[in-house]
Structures are given as C-alpha cells and as structure tokens.
C-alpha cells in the first residue's frame, strides 16, 4: 500500500534491499511469482546467469531463504545501498510526491535541460 498524503510518508516503511543473484531471469520471475511477491522486481538484467534484484527488504529475505531452499550453490550478493532498493514497485509510491518536490526545487528550470559534456555520458573517448 501507498502512501497518501505527506504524514504518512513520514512513516511509510521504504527499507529495501538489492542484490546480485546468480539465476536467469525467468527462474527469478517464477520465484517471485510463485511467492507472490509484490514489492520485489528484477531490476537490472546483467547477463544470462546474474540478474540484480530489487525489493523490500522483508521480500528480498523470503525470496533469498526459498533459493537457498531450492537452488544448489546459489550466488547471492547483497549490494550497499544505504537499504534502498532502487528501481523497486514499491517506490512507484513517492513518485508524484517526488516530483513535486523536485519541481518546487528546480523550478522552471526543469523543463529546460542543460547540454552535458560527453564525458558524463560515457566512459569511452572519442
């Protein structure tokens, strides 16, 4: 559930966690389908056999205790995110509170985007 005005952003629970996750994407989707999770995402398709998650952090901890029941060797690293789980369904929460917030910051400004040097755009030269 969302939260729907500013007082109950105060208190809505956003702890979430990410992961790398060694698995193909489907076995993830059917993991997260067969547990019904609905705060918990495959965020970041990596290659075939790693995949990042993203989730609440009571999700991600079922997710991790049912692979470890059903994958042998499973690869499972948890990634420093100050515990937010980016790209996550249930940050979709704050995001028209967000952008209002970040409008009344950026002002009209934001409609107007600044050109940006190659080089935060890309790792490569030339």
Request: with cysteine; charged share 25%.
């Amino acid at each position: 559930a969302c939260a729907s005005d500013i007082e109950e952003v105060a208190v809505f629970d956003l702890t979430g966690r990410m992961v790398a996750v060694g698995l193909e994407v489907d076995a993830l989707v059917q993991a997260i389908s067969h547990l019904k999770l609905r705060e918990t995402t495959v965020a970041c398709h990596n290659s075939p056999t790693g995949q990042t998650l993203s989730g609440s952090a009571v999700e991600i901890e079922q997710l991790k205790r049912f692979l470890e029941g059903t994958v042998e060797k499973l690869f499972w690293r948890e990634l420093d995110t100050d515990n937010i789980a980016y790209h996550a369904p249930h940050l979709a929460c704050y995001k028209e509170y967000l952008a209002t917030q970040f409008a009344k910051v950026l002002g009209e400004h934001r409609s107007k985007p600044r050109q940006l040097d190659v080089k935060w755009l890309s790792t490569s030269r030339g």
